[in-house]
């Protein structure tokens, strides 16, 4: 029995990357003419089937989108995920699918329940959540030619033109800048930004959105905190004394939430405080946040799973669109 | 051809309710002997079987639960649901058991789709949830002899003794009845409750566990707001001037949000005031409230659907087990 062939053996081949190989297959229309034809050249001398076994699964189809739940872990942000989850089931029940769910606590294990379920015939198509850089499940599901589109981009040199996979997400940077020039005109020029300690993704992005929006200013205050209520009513109790502030446009809303609690603390109680995620806790105490609009990332997952048919398809439906990118909208309180 | 046999058929045949067969075939242990004897000669006679599709979904077994999703609508409160499904998820995971959601907007359009999922092979057992008094989702899976448990109780004259169907509950009064005795304990004796408008079975019962532990002391104060924040915080705030009150007692976090803002506006801001769903929210404004433990109804429900072993049962596990009242626990913050 020869061995099977493999995407290694076909990037050698035609002199690219596996990569490249992988968006011949998923992505045909992102890669330019003479590079796609080279590889489609190898794939037939090969013989290589990337996606033996979305065939077969289409075959017997389970019309089954699998999706990773993570424990809940407390904590007032799970509720975006959540939304997510509520917004894709009913979608894809309108269109005639079923949303599966399995657990997982490590990438590794996350990697052995989507082979079971894969295997089994269970699911024909994945969406994975919190993606990370080099996340090894979307490596896995390249090579095994399994359909799957993340919610969070895949972090890679560039997202936009030459993206690793198909991907949904959240333009944080948008919402943020919305934010700001929000507060700018309702509140004054002294606005400052409540972020995580650097070096997260999704917090170097809402950064960049309040950044762009204040401009070349000097004097920004920039103000950190870890992702606990308490932590951020302490940095913005110390802060407020020492600051002349007209505002705070936080990375997120249990920032916010400490940030207004140190307000009210402090005797100024409608101090503007804008959140991001527009979860019920910011809600239920009037404050305004960027709205993440999980239904329309859920629309989006299933436009790049299906096109415009009812059919999981693995690659995407429309030529040159291999990503959405959904702009939030801040909601006012 | 000849017609099946059906539910009511055996019911005549043996003199009994409808209830009581289908109590004999999914809850023998709750059935007195000679009535259960009765039944199940009716049964053999007539050649009823309740459980064909159960049968059948054995022989090929999908290890499915299907699990039905409201749409999002906002408020704090469905993250209990959300952790329900979380943690059934993984535990149904631990025992090789998958989780299947699915989306209806009304129970007819619910029962159409466990009956598409059914008729497929796509589940072989349903969770019930938000439960009401003359459910025709219970009734038409107790017909169809689908397994099932219901996260809610039946709302039946005897839930306990002799409940309509197996079901996971949490003790609400039981929750309230601690927090009052905590509240009277750290606080004082004038502990107001409040609650939503009467009529409720939730809501009655959380405030009967209330009225419990006050026990009969003369002029209860017993406030009434809508499940919303403002609404909330304008009753307390209306009744704050005019009572004199040592603690609040709430029927949910929504309500507990509300009064504890107006608590605050009325110069009183460490005026204990006790929720009940210990949601993010309350969490991030540090309420103590009453944990709902969704972990453990989860644990319930499988135990209900499973017994100790990996397959579902159209029965319960355990002889005279056919409920879980799960006893919630207060979070003092």
């Known amino acids: 029995m020869s061995r099977s062939v493999t995407i290694d053996d076909v990037a050698r081949a035609a002199g690219v990357s596996r990569q490249t190989v992988s968006n011949v297959v998923n992505s045909p229309q992102i890669v330019r003419e003479a590079t796609r034809e080279r590889v489609q050249d190898a794939i037939r001398r090969l013989g290589y089937a990337p996606h033996a076994s979305a065939r077969r699964l289409r075959t017997r189809r389970s019309s089954t989108i699998g999706v990773h739940l993570n424990p809940y872990t407390g904590g ?31 990438p590794d294990e996350e990697i052995r329940r989507m082979a079971d379920l894969s295997d089994g015939g269970d699911i024909d198509a994945v969406v994975l959540t919190d993606t990370f850089p080099g996340d090894p499940r979307a490596e896995w599901l390249i090579e095994r030619g399994l359909p799957f589109v993340s919610f969070g981009r895949p972090w890679g040199a560039d997202d936009l033109g030459a993206p690793a996979h198909h991907w949904v997400d959240v333009d944080g940077a948008a919402g943020t800048a919305q934010a700001t020039r929000h507060a700018l005109q309702a509140a004054g020029p002294r606005v ?48 407020l004394p020492q600051q002349s502030l007209d505002a705070i446009v936080c990375a997120g809303d249990s920032l916010a939430i400490g940030a207004h609690l140190a307000a009210v603390a402090a005797g100024r109680p409608s101090l503007p405080v804008i959140g991001f995620d527009n979860t019920p806790a910011a809600e239920a105490l009037g404050l305004s946040s960027v709205e993440q609009l999980p239904e329309q990332v859920a629309a989006g997952t299933l436009d790049l799973l299906l096109g415009s048919g009812t059919s999981i398809v693995p690659r995407a439906a429309e030529p040159g669109r291999a990503h959405v990118l959904v702009t939030p909208r801040l909601v006012v309180r």
Not at 97 to 106: F, G
Not at 208 to 226: C, D, I, Q
């Open 76 to 106: 007032i942000s799970g509720v975006v995920l959540d939304r997510f989850v509520h917004a894709l089931t009913e979608r894809a029940g309108e269109r005639g699918l079923r949303v599966m769910l399995y657990a997982a606590r490590t």
């Open 192 to 239: 400052a930004f409540l972020g995580w300690p650097r070096g997260s993704a999704t917090g170097d992005d809402r950064e960049r959105g309040w950044r762009e929006a204040m401009g070349a200013v000097p004097g920004l205050v920039r103000l950190t905190s870890e992702e606990y209520v308490a932590n951020a009513r302490d940095a913005v109790a110390a802060a």
